[in-house]
C-alpha cells in the first residue's frame, strides 16, 4: 500500500523553490537602492577630471624631459657633424685652389673657389629661411594668418 505522503499534494508552505526563479517574484518587486545623491555623482566627476589632468600633467614632464634629453645629444652630435664637414670643406677649398693655381694662376683659383662656396652657403642660407618659416608657421597661434610675418 502507498504511504500517504506521495497521495496528497503539499500545501504551498511545504513548497520550496530553493532560490530558483519561475519568471515571478514571489516575494513581490525587488527592493530598488537608493538614488545616489548630486554631491557623490559630482564629486567623483571632479575626482576623476583631477586624476585626468595629473596624469596629463606627468605625461607632459615625462615627454618634455625626453625631448630635453633627445635635443642635447642631438645639439652635441650635430656639432661634431658641422665641425666635420667644416673642416672636410676646407680641405675641398684648399685643394680646389692648389689644382685650379696651376692651370689659372692663384689669385683667380681663389677667387672662383670663393664664388662657388658663396653660391653654397647663399643656397644653404635660403633653404634655412624657408626651414624657418615652416618651424614659424608650427608654433602660431593662428595657423590660417600665413602672410603675418
Known sequence: MPSPDHDTPPSPDQRSFDGISH?????????TPPPVPLEK?????????????????TLL?????????????TSAWGFVAACALLVAMLALAFGAILVLA??????LATLIVFAVLLA???FAGWRARLSYGDVKAAFRDDLLAEGDD
Not at 555623482?41 to 600633467?57: M, P, R, T
Not at 630635453?68 to 645629444?73: R, T
Open 41 to 57: 555623482i559630482v564629486g567623483d566627476v571632479v575626482d576623476n577630471l583631477q586624476s585626468a589632468a595629473e596624469a596629463e600633467l
Open 23 to 31: 519568471g515571478y517574484a514571489p516575494g513581490g518587486r525587488p527592493i
Open 102 to 107: 696651376q692651370h689659372i694662376g692663384p689669385l
Open 61 to 73: 614632464k615625462a615627454r618634455g624631459a625626453l625631448a630635453y634629453h633627445g635635443v642635447g645629444w
Open 120 to 122: 653654397i652657403a647663399a
